[in-house]
């Protein structure tokens, strides 16, 4: 019996630094071949607080300013060709 080796080329990445953040929210992203990248965030009930559009190459440092933002657990949605990631972070 032969088994076969399955990978999955991810192609976007993602890291939110510091988690909780206070005042800005550090976000990295990096991706294999230039595109457009939506970058949203969203309470717990799935209301839509800020999206975004950027063009990244390789890889994009990106600062959000989350002041106005109350004390929470929010969803930060990166999704890029089809792929998403979703990561939690606290305010």
Request: charged letters at 25%; hydrophobic letters at 45%; aromatic letters at 6%.
């Amino acid at each position: 019996m032969a088994f076969k080796a399955i990978a999955k080329v991810i192609r976007l990445r993602m890291f939110i630094f510091p988690n909780p953040v206070i005042d800005i929210i550090n976000v990295t992203l990096s991706i294999k071949k230039p595109s457009q990248v939506s970058v949203g965030i969203s309470d717990l009930t799935g209301r839509m607080i800020s999206n975004e559009n950027y063009t990244i190459t390789d890889q994009k440092n990106i600062i959000i300013d989350s002041k106005s933002l109350p004390k929470g657990i929010y969803i930060l949605r990166c999704e890029s060709q089809g792929e998403a990631i979703i990561k939690k972070f606290i305010k």
